[in-house]
C-alpha cells in the first residue's frame, strides 16, 4: 500500500512558475513508476509527465514539454514536478499517482494522492 500527499499548489500569475511535491508512504517507494496528472473543471483528467522507478526516463505531454519537469528522490520518498512558464490552460487540480507499470494512462496507476491546486491567473 502506498499512500500519496501532494502539496505545493497555489495561485500564481501567467509567467510564474511552482515546484509540486509528492510525498509518498511506504518502504518501497523506488519500486514504483510515479506519475503527474491534472484534471481541469469541465474536462477530463489528463496525463501530465511520468517518471521511471530510477529517475531515467521520462515523458511528458506536448503542452508542457520544455516548461514542466518531473523529478524524484527515492532517499526522501517524495517525486516533484517543477512548473514554469505557467499559462491559464494549466489551471486545475494536479494528482500524483503510482503505478509498476511505466505508462501515461492513467488506468495502469494504482495509488493516487488527493490533488492540490493550481491556477494560474491571467
Known amino acids: 500500500q502506498v499512500q500519496l500527499v501532494e502539496s505545493g499548489g497555489g495561485l500564481v500569475q501567467t509567467g510564474g512558475s511552482l515546484r509540486l511535491s509528492c510525498a509518498a508512504s511506504?518502504?518501497?517507494?523506488?519500486?514504483?513508476?510515479m506519475g503527474w496528472f491534472r484534471q481541469a473543471p469541465g474536462r477530463e483528467r489528463e496525463f501530465v509527465a511520468v517518471?521511471?522507478?530510477?529517475?531515467?526516463?521520462?515523458n511528458y505531454v506536448d503542452s508542457v514539454k520544455g516548461r514542466f519537469t518531473i523529478s524524484r528522490d527515492n532517499a526522501k520518498n517524495t517525486v516533484y514536478l517543477q512548473m514554469s512558464s505557467l499559462k491559464p490552460e494549466d489551471t486545475a487540480v494536479y494528482y500524483c499517482?503510482?503505478?509498476?507499470?511505466?505508462?501515461?494512462?492513467?488506468?495502469?496507476?494504482?495509488?493516487w494522492g488527493q490533488g492540490t491546486q493550481v491556477t494560474v491567473s491571467s
Open positions: 499517482a503510482a503505478g509498476l507499470a511505466f505508462s501515461t494512462r492513467d488506468e495502469t496507476f494504482d495509488y
Open positions: 517518471i521511471n522507478w530510477s529517475g531515467v526516463i521520462t
Open positions: 511506504g518502504r518501497t517507494f523506488s519500486s514504483y513508476t
